[in-house]
């Protein structure tokens, strides 16, 4: 059986660092949002270019 919780989660994935266990998705989205990530796991990429531009009328 699967079980998805507790999570070890680790600033940019580097498991050298802290580490934070989380106990539910809404903690692990808190997480992630502040940069943690589980260790092996591909960083998010990072768009390239400049922002669109806003028009006013």
Do not use: N
């Amino acid at each position: 059986m699967f079980q998805e919780y507790p999570k070890a989660l680790h600033p940019d994935g580097d498991h050298e660092r802290e580490v934070y266990i989380v106990f539910d998705a809404e903690q692990e989205a808190e997480k992630r949002k502040q940069g943690f990530r589980m260790v092996g796991e591909p960083q998010a990429e990072k768009k390239r270019g400049r922002p669109a531009k806003v028009i006013e009328q």
